[in-house]
């Protein structure tokens, strides 16, 4: 298995913009996971999804984020529009069933400069 | 509610000196107990976890932790660092009666390890 894919590896953008990170999880994998990691907050959930729809989403900073899973091997984070406080690394994760007994496999991440 | 503390932001160390991470938790029941190395540019991996028995736990690189119920602890030691140990070191916890959204992994702000040559 590839684990978990995340891209683009580096995204550079203008404020304002929109952005889209896009998120592949491990296949079988009943949940996933959206951090964002930066130096100030450190690790962040922003929002995690099972079977496809999101549980959790109080941690999205707020209405310019979102995201969505429309099948069980894709997921998108988007921010419009974007900001430079939204540069950060996002991460994505997956788990099976019963993930935090088994732990979660994290992607590379996407390292975001909003300029 | 469920924490994790892990009270230094960093650590230094001389290499082929023993290395110890520290992490504290708080949960209801009985912890499930996770660390996490992160090398720069990397995402997280999974090093270790805790879920019952023997309280020493043996994981990756030559990592263990050892559980401590009295003193909730869950600390990352290795008898003998090496300089490619330096990296940034996350601790994870989930109490074993939650429900919903706490069922899942609860972080650690990250220790930053490194080993001097």
């Known amino acids: 298995d590839a684990g978990v894919i995340q891209s683009p590896r580096h995204e550079v953008t203008e404020m304002g913009q929109e952005v889209t990170l896009r998120c592949k999880p491990i296949s079988g994998h009943d949940y996933l996971f959206w951090y964002r990691q930066t130096m100030m907050r450190g690790l962040e959930l922003l929002i995690y999804?099972?079977?496809?729809?999101?549980?959790?989403d109080s941690g999205m900073p707020e209405d310019r984020f979102s995201a969505k899973m429309p099948n069980a091997s894709f997921s998108t984070l988007k921010i419009q529009p974007s900001e430079p406080r939204d540069s950060a690394v996002y991460f994505c994760a997956s788990s099976p069933t019963g993930g935090s007994f088994y732990g979660y496999t994290f992607g590379s991440g996407t390292r975001l400069t909003v300029v | 509610a469920q924490s994790v503390a892990q009270p230094e932001d960093q650590v230094n160390v001389a290499e082929g000196n023993p290395l110890t991470v520290k992490c504290t938790y708080s949960v209801s029941g009985n912890p499930y107990l996770f660390w996490y190395v992160q090398y720069p540019n990397r995402g997280l991996q999974f090093l270790l976890k805790y879920i019952t028995g023997d309280n020493l736990v043996k994981g990756s690189y030559g990592f263990e932790a050892e559980f401590n119920k009295s003193q909730t602890s869950f600390h990352l030691k290795k008898p003998s660092a090496l300089v490619s140990d330096s990296a940034l070191y996350f601790c994870a916890v989930r109490d074993s009666v939650s429900s919903g959204s706490a069922r899942q992994l609860t972080f650690g702000s990250g220790t930053q390890l490194t080993v001097l040559p």
């Open positions: 999804f099972n079977n496809n729809v999101p549980i959790d």
